[in-house]
C-alpha cells in the first residue's frame, strides 16, 4: 500500500465505536484503530480535503475513543496530513464515470488523486470493485483495510 492514504468515511465511523473491553486481536474492528494508529506512527500520511473533512465532522459529529480524537487532531499536522483538492478535468470525470465509481463519493477520489500514487481505504462495496479500472486510469487504489 503506498503510504498516501485517504481514509474513507466508512472506515471512521466503524472505528468510531466506544472501546470498553480489550478488542480481540486480529478482528476487523481492531484493524481500524490501528489504520489509524499508523497514521499517529507516520507509517501513512493522510490525504485530506475541505470537503472530506466537513463530512468527517457531519458523519463522526462526537468521537467515541482516543484513536478517533487523535485522528482529528492529526489532520491539522501538516508531518500527518496534506491537503489535496485535485483539478477535476472532464478526463478525470470521464475515467471515474468509466469505472463506475460512486458519484457520490467523488469528493473522496478527488482528494486522493495526487501526483503520485495513492490509496483510499473504504469499506464501501461499490468503490472497491472500482480499483482496477480507478488505479489503471488514476493511480488510485482502493482497498478494505480490515481484509
Not at 468521537?63 to 482529528?72: E, L, M
Not at 477535476?88 to 460512486?102: E, L, T
Request: hydrophobic share 40%; glycine share 2%.
Amino acid at each position: 500500500m503506498p503510504d498516501l492514504v485517504v481514509v474513507d468515511t466508512s472506515v471512521l465511523q466503524k472505528a468510531n465505536a466506544p472501546i470498553t473491553v480489550s478488542v480481540r486481536e486480529g478482528s476487523k474492528f481492531a484493524r481500524r484503530p490501528e489504520l489509524l494508529s499508523r497514521i499517529r506512527r507516520r507509517e501513512l500520511r493522510a490525504l485530506i480535503s475541505a470537503k472530506l473533512l466537513a463530512e468527517y465532522r457531519v458523519q463522526v459529529s462526537r468521537p467515541r475513543n482516543d484513536f478517533v480524537r487523535a485522528f482529528f487532531e492529526l489532520l491539522n499536522d501538516p508531518n500527518h496530513a496534506i491537503p489535496n483538492w485535485c483539478r477535476w478535468s472532464g478526463q478525470n470525470r470521464s475515467h471515474a464515470s468509466k469505472c463506475r465509481f460512486p458519484r457520490e463519493d467523488y469528493h473522496v477520489l478527488r482528494t486522493a488523486v495526487y501526483t503520485t500514487e495513492s490509496t483510499i481505504l473504504s469499506e464501501e462495496h461499490r468503490m472497491l470493485v472500482t480499483d482496477a479500472c480507478i488505479h489503471r486510469n488514476l493511480r488510485v487504489h482502493v482497498i478494505d483495510p480490515t481484509v
